[in-house]
């Protein structure tokens, strides 16, 4: 097949005259910290969710890190997680003291394993923080009744996951906490941000505190008109508040959040036709219980060559790729630290899994060029081996 003149990149951010328009707009308003833009924003993402409350914040990271601290977890805590997601949850769960316990996951889905988080849990144990692969739902019912009888709170991993549904509840909407992802890569994007959602009163109070230096009330409540610049503080907190001009580019990103995730699961379609039939490649596995997928991100396994070499071809037909992740108790500080876990199906899954190209506005014919190209890429291989 004919090598394609211009890259074809993992993801691209859908970014429209409705994004222009209403980061203009708030540029133009010249109130472009948080205000009331990132208000609306949060009121919107409880709407979505269900949940009582949500708090804007710079990043998923951070949010992860208000849920972990506002929650006490610390020096001598166990938080359960699987090892198969990105890093920063486990940095945080370390650099605040505990100690990540890890689970197994299934290998099809990549999601935890419900089924063996009962048998990690000690006295030490604080949370368990599910993740919601690749826009996928964990099985959230089991997680939670695990949870509760062990007085645990659930801390969802939601990065992937705007626009997921578990047996129709939103992610976020089980009465725990759940953090989202807005990076570039994501379903929806602020530039980069994230979202804290959740239903408990108490919690509300302290993460906004501790959210923006210590401080009960933030800019806009202190500039604004009538407002009071005078403050006190009772707790250090940290500088994680979104702006609302990311606010804004947020907003009309949410207003399109059912026709991005309506076109990536038109894109997910074409690959399991494309690909449905092909030897050496694994697809993903859908949750075996009624969902709503996402479908952030399309990740498959390679089991014809070593997957080094699959993806020096792919940059050959000018095509990106992801790794989404490297398996964290793998990591050297890890190791290091914690000691070596035995996590079989994230072993056999963490050599072989790979990203395939998905974003909204890619056109089916890339997608069909993927195919091709994976397809030559395969067969050339099971010739030469």
Same mark, same amino acid.
């Given at each position: 097949m004919?090598i394609?003149?211009?890259f074809?990149?993992?993801?691209?951010?859908?970014?429209?005259?409705?994004?222009?328009?209403?980061?203009?707009?708030?540029?133009?308003?010249q109130?472009i910290?948080?205000?009331?833009l990132?208000k609306?924003f +949060?009121?919107?993402?409880?709407?979505?969710?269900?949940?009582?409350h949500a708090?804007?914040?710079v990043?998923?990271?951070?949010?992860?890190?208000?849920a972990?601290m506002?929650?006490?977890?610390?020096?001598g805590?166990?938080?359960?997680?699987?090892? &198969?997601?990105?890093a920063?949850?486990?940095?945080?769960?370390?650099l605040?003291?505990a100690k990540?316990?890890?689970?197994?996951?299934?290998?099809?889905?990549l999601?935890?394993?419900?089924?063996s988080? +009962?048998?990690?849990?000690t006295?030490?144990?604080?949370?368990?923080?599910?993740?919601?692969?690749g826009?996928?739902p964990?099985? &959230?019912?089991?997680?939670?009744e695990?949870a509760d009888?062990h007085?645990?709170?659930?801390?969802?991993?939601?990065?992937h996951?705007?626009?997921?549904?578990?047996?129709?509840?939103?992610?976020?909407?089980?009465?725990?906490?759940?953090v989202?992802?807005f990076h570039p890569?994501?379903?929806?994007t602020?530039?980069?941000?994230? &979202?804290?959602?959740?239903?408990?009163?108490f919690l +509300?109070?302290?993460l906004?505190?501790?959210?923006?230096?210590?401080?009960e009330r933030?800019?806009w409540?202190?500039?604004?008109?009538?407002?009071?610049?005078?403050?006190?503080?009772?707790?250090?907190?940290?500088?994680?508040?979104?702006?609302d001009?990311?606010?804004a580019?947020?907003?009309?990103?949410l207003?399109?959040?059912?026709?991005?995730?309506?076109?990536?699961?038109?894109?997910?379609?074409l690959?399991?036709?494309?690909l449905?039939d092909?030897?050496?490649? +694994?697809?993903?596995?859908?949750?075996?219980y009624?969902h709503?997928?996402?479908?952030h991100?399309?990740v498959?396994?390679?089991q014809? &060559?070593?997957?080094?070499q699959?993806?020096?071809?792919?940059s050959?037909y000018?095509i990106?790729?992801?790794?989404?992740?490297p398996?964290?108790?793998?990591?050297?500080?890890v190791?290091?630290?914690?000691?070596?876990?035995?996590?079989?199906?994230t072993?056999?899954?963490?050599?072989r899994i790979?990203?395939?190209?998905?974003?909204?506005?890619?056109?089916?014919?890339?997608?069909?060029y993927?195919?091709?190209?994976?397809?030559?890429?395969?067969?050339r291989?099971?010739k030469?081996?």
């Amino acid at each position: 097949m004919k090598i394609r003149e211009n890259f074809l990149p993992l993801n691209r951010p859908s970014i429209g005259s409705a994004e222009i328009a209403s980061v203009t707009e708030c540029l133009k308003s010249q109130w472009i910290t948080t205000g009331p833009l990132c208000k609306t924003f +949060e009121e919107r993402f409880q709407t979505l969710t269900g949940a009582r409350h949500a708090v804007s914040v710079v990043s998923a990271t951070a949010g992860m890190h208000l849920a972990l601290m506002s929650l006490g977890i610390g020096q001598g805590d166990e938080v359960i997680t699987p090892s &198969m997601t990105f890093a920063s949850t486990i940095n945080m769960i370390t650099l605040l003291g505990a100690k990540p316990i890890f689970v197994d996951i299934h290998y099809d889905t990549l999601n935890i394993d419900a089924d063996s988080i +009962e048998a990690r849990i000690t006295s030490r144990t604080k949370a368990i923080v599910p993740v919601h692969f690749g826009g996928a739902p964990a099985d &959230m019912i089991r997680i939670m009744e695990i949870a509760d009888r062990h007085h645990l709170i659930v801390i969802e991993d939601a990065a992937h996951a705007v626009g997921t549904r578990y047996r129709g509840t939103h992610v976020g909407g089980f009465g725990g906490i759940a953090v989202f992802s807005f990076h570039p890569l994501k379903n929806i994007t602020t530039g980069e941000g994230g &979202m804290i959602t959740h239903c408990n009163d108490f919690l +509300e109070k302290k993460l906004r505190v501790l959210r923006f230096h210590g401080i009960e009330r933030d800019a806009w409540k202190r500039y604004g008109k009538g407002g009071n610049p005078e403050y006190d503080i009772e707790e250090p907190g940290y500088k994680y508040n979104l702006t609302d001009i990311q606010a804004a580019l947020g907003i009309a990103q949410l207003e399109r959040l059912e026709e991005f995730n309506q076109r990536r699961s038109e894109l997910m379609s074409l690959y399991r036709e494309g690909l449905g039939d092909m030897e050496g490649l +694994e697809l993903p596995g859908d949750p075996p219980y009624p969902h709503t997928h996402s479908c952030h991100l399309f990740v498959v396994k390679i089991q014809a &060559m070593e997957r080094s070499q699959f993806m020096e071809r792919l940059s050959e037909y000018n095509i990106g790729y992801g790794l989404h992740f490297p398996a964290c108790h793998l990591l050297r500080y890890v190791k290091t630290r914690f000691g070596v876990t035995s996590l079989p199906e994230t072993e056999r899954a963490a050599g072989r899994i790979l990203s395939l190209p998905l974003f909204p506005d890619m056109a089916d014919d890339d997608v069909a060029y993927v195919c091709g190209a994976v397809r030559e890429i395969l067969k050339r291989a099971k010739k030469h081996g």
